[in-house]
């Protein structure tokens, strides 16, 4: 069955951040349509911190509709310029993180379904913050991002988060509503964590394949190699 990845762009992400999962998810050898992908933003053509503009396949409004926000299984966040995430970082009640909040909220009854992903690179874990996903997980993001996370962390009550340095990425484990919480450091650290998928998914093989393809070489944090 494909799995549905809804990417959220927004003013100043970081094309890097975006294109590093998205490489090694779009070139695994699985099968055609193992992954597709769906590009979210408030604006028909968003700008990058690195001036590249994108455009968008749907707006937030129409992806928060329930029938369309139940069918993305991953929702992989982006980081980008810390000045140009700090306000949406910080505001609560932005379309960007409310869209995070509803995605990490709906409750699915589907049994066979996979748990549903939220995947964030670099300072994109400060807006995961925001909308209280993280609250109880531990997690990680850019070294320049860690303080800035702790302190949006400690706005939410509840079991505390742990903020981890020097680390690739992290696997939260499932929240409450059944959502994993997977967090990456910077740029290259976003596709180890996207090759993590692959391997949780479909197999170690199935995530050197993809790392390959792209003449990487990933991090297997977890040892899933054995």
């Not at 589907?110 to 939220?118: Q, Y």
Request: charged share 20%; net charge negative; glycine share 8%.
């Amino acid at each position: 069955m494909t799995i549905s990845v809804a990417i959220l762009v927004y003013p100043d992400s970081d094309i890097l951040d975006i294109a590093g999962p998205l490489g090694i998810l779009s070139t695994s050898t699985l099968h055609d349509n193992a992954f597709s992908f769906t590009i979210l933003a408030q604006h028909e053509l968003t700008k990058t911190c690195s001036h590249m503009r994108i455009p968008r396949d749907m707006s937030l409004d129409h992806a928060r509709q329930d029938n369309i926000l139940s069918s993305f299984d991953v929702l992989l966040v982006p980081g980008g310029s810390l000045e140009g995430l700090t306000g949406i970082a910080q505001d609560a009640e932005s379309a960007e993180v409310q869209f995070v909040k509803a995605f990490a909220s709906i409750q699915l009854h589907h049994k066979k379904r996979r748990p549903r992903t939220v995947f964030s690179v670099c300072s994109g874990a400060l807006m995961l913050a925001t909308a209280g996903v993280l609250v109880g997980k531990t997690v990680t993001t850019h070294h320049l991002a860690l303080d800035a996370l702790r302190k949006q962390c400690a706005k939410h009550a509840g079991p505390e988060t742990t903020v981890v340095e020097e680390c690739r990425y992290q696997d939260g484990g499932l929240t409450e509503n059944g959502v994993r919480v997977l967090t990456a450091a910077g740029v290259s650290a976003g596709m180890d964590a996207a090759c993590y998928f692959i391997a949780r998914e479909f197999g170690v093989e199935q995530a050197d394949c993809a790392a390959r393809m792209n003449e990487y070489e990933w991090e297997d944090v977890y040892s899933l190699r054995g």
